[in-house]
Protein backbone atom coordinates (compact mmCIF):
# COMPACT_ATOMS: atom_id res chain seq x y z
CA UNK A 1 0.00 0.00 0.00
CA UNK A 2 1.73 3.57 -0.85
CA UNK A 3 0.44 6.31 1.25
CA UNK A 4 -0.94 9.63 -0.35
CA UNK A 5 1.70 11.97 -0.40
CA UNK A 6 -0.82 14.88 -0.69
CA UNK A 7 -2.31 13.96 2.79
CA UNK A 8 1.02 12.69 4.52
CA UNK A 9 2.28 14.25 7.55
CA UNK A 10 5.86 15.92 7.29
CA UNK A 11 8.06 14.96 10.56
CA UNK A 12 10.02 18.09 12.31
CA UNK A 13 11.94 15.71 14.47
CA UNK A 14 13.39 12.74 12.87
CA UNK A 15 15.61 10.16 15.80
CA UNK A 16 18.05 7.36 14.86
CA UNK A 17 19.34 4.71 16.52
CA UNK A 18 22.79 3.98 14.98
CA UNK A 19 23.60 0.29 15.63
CA UNK A 20 21.94 -1.69 12.66
CA UNK A 21 20.50 1.67 11.07
CA UNK A 22 22.93 4.22 10.42
CA UNK A 23 26.15 1.47 9.75
CA UNK A 24 25.74 -2.20 9.47
CA UNK A 25 27.41 -3.39 12.50
CA UNK A 26 26.59 -3.60 16.37
CA UNK A 27 29.66 -1.72 17.47
CA UNK A 28 29.96 -4.15 20.83
CA UNK A 29 29.95 -7.08 18.56
CA UNK A 30 32.57 -5.75 16.24
CA UNK A 31 34.45 -4.86 19.99
CA UNK A 32 33.85 -8.66 20.57
CA UNK A 33 34.97 -9.62 17.37
CA UNK A 34 38.34 -7.62 17.95
CA UNK A 35 38.81 -9.49 21.08
CA UNK A 36 38.02 -13.07 20.00
CA UNK A 37 34.66 -13.65 22.40
CA UNK A 38 32.17 -12.87 19.04
CA UNK A 39 29.68 -15.04 19.36
CA UNK A 40 29.31 -15.34 22.97
CA UNK A 41 28.29 -11.70 22.90
CA UNK A 42 26.80 -11.63 19.82
CA UNK A 43 24.24 -14.31 21.26
CA UNK A 44 23.78 -11.65 24.37
CA UNK A 45 23.45 -8.83 21.81
CA UNK A 46 20.48 -10.86 19.62
CA UNK A 47 18.85 -11.41 22.59
CA UNK A 48 18.31 -8.16 23.98
CA UNK A 49 17.60 -6.74 20.63
CA UNK A 50 15.24 -9.23 19.80
CA UNK A 51 13.25 -8.82 23.11
CA UNK A 52 14.03 -12.05 24.88
CA UNK A 53 15.89 -10.56 27.61
CA UNK A 54 15.82 -7.03 29.24
CA UNK A 55 18.62 -4.96 27.85
CA UNK A 56 19.89 -3.86 31.15
CA UNK A 57 20.23 -7.96 32.02
CA UNK A 58 23.32 -7.94 29.59
CA UNK A 59 24.56 -4.54 29.07
CA UNK A 60 27.35 -4.14 31.65
CA UNK A 61 27.84 -8.52 31.69
CA UNK A 62 28.91 -7.83 27.73
CA UNK A 63 31.39 -5.18 28.52
CA UNK A 64 32.65 -6.66 31.13
CA UNK A 65 33.55 -9.82 29.34
CA UNK A 66 35.48 -7.67 27.07
CA UNK A 67 36.92 -5.33 29.46
CA UNK A 68 37.99 -3.05 26.54
CA UNK A 69 39.99 -0.21 26.81
CA UNK A 70 39.06 3.62 25.91
CA UNK A 71 41.73 3.03 22.30
CA UNK A 72 39.40 -0.03 21.31
CA UNK A 73 35.89 1.58 21.95
CA UNK A 74 37.50 4.32 19.85
CA UNK A 75 38.43 1.90 17.16
CA UNK A 76 34.66 1.27 16.73
CA UNK A 77 33.70 4.88 15.14
CA UNK A 78 35.80 3.46 12.55
CA UNK A 79 33.87 0.54 12.10
CA UNK A 80 30.70 2.29 12.16
CA UNK A 81 32.40 5.03 9.66
CA UNK A 82 33.09 1.84 7.24
CA UNK A 83 30.13 0.18 7.06
CA UNK A 84 27.64 3.20 6.93
CA UNK A 85 24.25 1.96 5.61
CA UNK A 86 23.60 3.26 1.60
CA UNK A 87 21.97 6.28 1.51
CA UNK A 88 22.11 7.28 5.81
CA UNK A 89 24.45 10.23 5.08
CA UNK A 90 22.75 12.09 2.35
CA UNK A 91 19.63 11.22 3.64
CA UNK A 92 20.88 13.29 6.70
CA UNK A 93 22.15 16.07 4.76
CA UNK A 94 18.53 16.37 2.61
CA UNK A 95 16.71 16.39 5.88
CA UNK A 96 18.28 19.22 7.21
CA UNK A 97 18.60 21.01 4.19
CA UNK A 98 14.86 21.27 4.73
CA UNK A 99 14.90 22.29 8.38
CA UNK A 100 14.67 18.89 10.58
CA UNK A 101 16.03 18.25 13.51
CA UNK A 102 18.05 15.12 13.04
CA UNK A 103 19.01 13.03 16.26
CA UNK A 104 20.74 10.35 17.38
CA UNK A 105 19.39 8.35 20.37
CA UNK A 106 21.80 4.98 21.08
CA UNK A 107 22.30 2.31 22.99
CA UNK A 108 26.23 2.45 21.93
CA UNK A 109 29.19 3.53 23.40
CA UNK A 110 29.07 7.34 23.67
CA UNK A 111 32.85 7.85 22.65
CA UNK A 112 32.14 5.83 19.11
CA UNK A 113 28.74 7.19 18.52
CA UNK A 114 29.47 10.94 19.01
CA UNK A 115 32.19 11.02 16.77
CA UNK A 116 30.43 8.90 14.07
CA UNK A 117 27.24 11.28 14.15
CA UNK A 118 28.95 14.39 14.10
CA UNK A 119 30.95 13.10 11.12
CA UNK A 120 27.25 12.57 9.51
CA UNK A 121 26.58 16.45 10.38
CA UNK A 122 24.59 15.78 12.99
CA UNK A 123 25.25 18.17 15.93
CA UNK A 124 26.82 17.33 19.21
CA UNK A 125 24.35 18.44 21.47
CA UNK A 126 21.79 16.02 19.45
CA UNK A 127 23.63 12.84 20.09
CA UNK A 128 22.39 10.20 23.20
CA UNK A 129 24.37 7.14 23.94
CA UNK A 130 26.19 5.13 26.86
CA UNK A 131 29.00 6.90 28.29
CA UNK A 132 31.53 4.68 30.32
CA UNK A 133 33.73 5.29 33.47
CA UNK A 134 36.74 4.15 33.34
CA UNK A 135 39.68 2.68 35.67
CA UNK A 136 42.62 5.09 35.81
CA UNK A 137 44.47 2.51 38.10
CA UNK A 138 44.76 0.84 34.79
CA UNK A 139 47.49 0.11 32.07
CA UNK A 140 50.23 2.52 32.64
CA UNK A 141 48.49 4.30 35.21
CA UNK A 142 52.26 5.83 36.49
CA UNK A 143 52.83 6.98 33.12
CA UNK A 144 51.77 10.87 33.50
CA UNK A 145 52.79 12.01 30.19
CA UNK A 146 50.74 9.56 28.60
CA UNK A 147 47.89 11.21 30.71
CA UNK A 148 48.43 14.78 30.79
CA UNK A 149 45.26 15.50 29.36
CA UNK A 150 43.16 12.88 30.81
CA UNK A 151 42.74 10.83 27.91
CA UNK A 152 45.17 7.97 28.36
CA UNK A 153 44.04 5.22 25.96
CA UNK A 154 45.01 2.18 27.95
CA UNK A 155 42.34 2.70 30.69
CA UNK A 156 40.33 0.04 31.01
CA UNK A 157 36.13 0.12 31.29
CA UNK A 158 35.10 0.28 35.31
CA UNK A 159 31.09 0.27 34.21
CA UNK A 160 29.06 2.38 32.56
CA UNK A 161 27.55 5.62 33.84
CA UNK A 162 24.08 5.71 35.19
CA UNK A 163 21.58 6.23 31.88
CA UNK A 164 17.94 4.95 30.86
CA UNK A 165 19.73 3.66 27.65
CA UNK A 166 21.05 0.57 28.89
CA UNK A 167 17.47 -0.55 29.73
CA UNK A 168 15.04 -1.70 27.73
CA UNK A 169 12.73 0.67 27.85
CA UNK A 170 15.19 3.75 28.26
CA UNK A 171 14.86 5.56 24.39
CA UNK A 172 11.24 6.76 25.65
CA UNK A 173 12.88 8.46 28.59
CA UNK A 174 16.21 9.97 26.44
CA UNK A 175 13.60 11.00 23.32
CA UNK A 176 10.98 12.91 26.04
CA UNK A 177 13.64 14.94 27.03
CA UNK A 178 14.92 15.91 23.74
CA UNK A 179 11.60 16.89 22.66
CA UNK A 180 10.74 18.62 26.14
CA UNK A 181 9.88 22.63 24.89
CA UNK A 182 9.60 21.69 21.43
CA UNK A 183 6.61 21.77 18.90
CA UNK A 184 6.19 19.64 16.35
CA UNK A 185 5.74 16.00 15.14
CA UNK A 186 8.60 12.70 15.69
CA UNK A 187 9.39 10.02 14.43
CA UNK A 188 11.94 7.75 15.29
CA UNK A 189 13.70 4.90 13.09
CA UNK A 190 15.68 1.76 14.63
CA UNK A 191 16.04 -2.03 14.33
CA UNK A 192 15.63 -2.96 17.70
CA UNK A 193 12.75 -3.86 20.35
CA UNK A 194 14.18 -1.16 22.09
CA UNK A 195 12.69 1.75 19.54
CA UNK A 196 9.50 0.24 19.29
CA UNK A 197 9.15 0.89 23.78
CA UNK A 198 9.88 4.62 22.07
CA UNK A 199 6.32 5.00 20.51
CA UNK A 200 4.96 6.61 23.36
CA UNK A 201 6.75 9.68 23.13
CA UNK A 202 6.92 9.88 19.13
CA UNK A 203 4.49 9.97 16.37
CA UNK A 204 5.25 7.13 14.58
CA UNK A 205 8.15 4.10 15.01
CA UNK A 206 9.77 3.58 11.49
CA UNK A 207 11.19 -0.08 11.88
CA UNK A 208 14.67 -0.44 9.86
CA UNK A 209 15.13 -4.19 8.57
CA UNK A 210 18.00 -3.51 5.65
CA UNK A 211 20.67 -4.73 8.16
CA UNK A 212 18.52 -7.53 10.10
CA UNK A 213 15.15 -8.07 10.28
CA UNK A 214 14.12 -8.76 13.23
CA UNK A 215 10.40 -10.32 13.23
CA UNK A 216 8.84 -8.24 16.63
CA UNK A 217 9.79 -5.07 14.86
CA UNK A 218 8.33 -5.65 11.56
CA UNK A 219 4.84 -6.88 12.67
CA UNK A 220 4.82 -3.64 15.62
CA UNK A 221 6.62 -0.71 13.72
CA UNK A 222 4.17 1.50 12.36
CA UNK A 223 5.70 1.18 9.11
CA UNK A 224 8.69 -1.41 8.28
CA UNK A 225 11.44 -0.99 5.74
CA UNK A 226 12.35 -4.29 4.05
CA UNK A 227 15.26 -2.83 1.54
CA UNK A 228 19.12 -2.18 3.30
CA UNK A 229 18.62 1.22 1.71
CA UNK A 230 17.78 4.68 3.78
CA UNK A 231 16.51 6.35 0.85
CA UNK A 232 12.66 5.49 1.71
CA UNK A 233 13.01 7.22 5.27
CA UNK A 234 13.42 10.72 2.86
CA UNK A 235 9.80 10.91 1.41
CA UNK A 236 8.46 9.01 4.69
CA UNK A 237 8.98 12.01 6.69
CA UNK A 238 8.49 15.01 4.68
CA UNK A 239 5.49 16.02 3.55
CA UNK A 240 4.05 16.80 -0.23
CA UNK A 241 5.28 20.56 0.06
CA UNK A 242 8.48 19.74 1.74
CA UNK A 243 9.33 17.42 -1.05
CA UNK A 244 8.58 19.72 -3.37
CA UNK A 245 11.77 21.82 -2.33
CA UNK A 246 14.22 19.15 -3.19
CA UNK A 247 13.01 19.43 -6.44
CA UNK A 248 16.00 20.92 -9.15
CA UNK A 249 18.43 20.16 -6.13
CA UNK A 250 21.21 17.91 -5.58
CA UNK A 251 18.67 15.96 -3.23
CA UNK A 252 16.12 15.19 -6.20
CA UNK A 253 17.44 11.78 -7.25
CA UNK A 254 17.97 10.13 -3.54
CA UNK A 255 14.18 11.55 -3.16
CA UNK A 256 13.18 9.87 -6.18
CA UNK A 257 14.44 6.99 -5.46
CA UNK A 258 13.39 6.51 -1.60
CA UNK A 259 9.78 6.91 -3.58
CA UNK A 260 11.09 3.74 -6.38
CA UNK A 261 11.58 1.44 -3.68
CA UNK A 262 8.33 2.44 -1.33
CA UNK A 263 6.38 1.77 -4.74
CA UNK A 264 8.47 -1.63 -5.11
CA UNK A 265 6.80 -2.75 -1.99
CA UNK A 266 10.17 -2.27 -0.19
CA UNK A 267 7.70 -1.03 2.85
CA UNK A 268 5.42 -2.17 4.79
CA UNK A 269 2.84 -0.04 6.72
CA UNK A 270 1.18 -1.66 9.48
CA UNK A 271 -0.55 1.54 10.69
CA UNK A 272 -1.29 4.73 8.69
CA UNK A 273 -1.64 7.00 11.64
CA UNK A 274 0.15 8.96 14.64
CA UNK A 275 0.13 9.55 18.13
CA UNK A 276 -1.99 12.53 18.91
Given amino acids: MIPNWQTWPGFDFIFFDCDSTLSTIEGIDELARD ?95 VSLRYDH ?65 VDMVIGFGGVIARPRVSAESNIFIKTNSLAPILPLVTSSQEQQKLYQTPHETLLNEGLTQIQSNNIMLNYIGCKK
Fill in 35 to 129: KGKFTEIKQLTDAAMEGEVHLQSVYDRRLKILNPTRAEIRRIERHYRETLVQDAAEVIKALQFIGKQVFIVSGGLLAAVRPFGTWLGIPPENIRA
Fill in 137 to 201: LSGDWWDYQQDQWGQRPDVEYMNSELTPLTQTHGKAEVVEGLLAGRQGRSVLIGDGVSDLAARPT
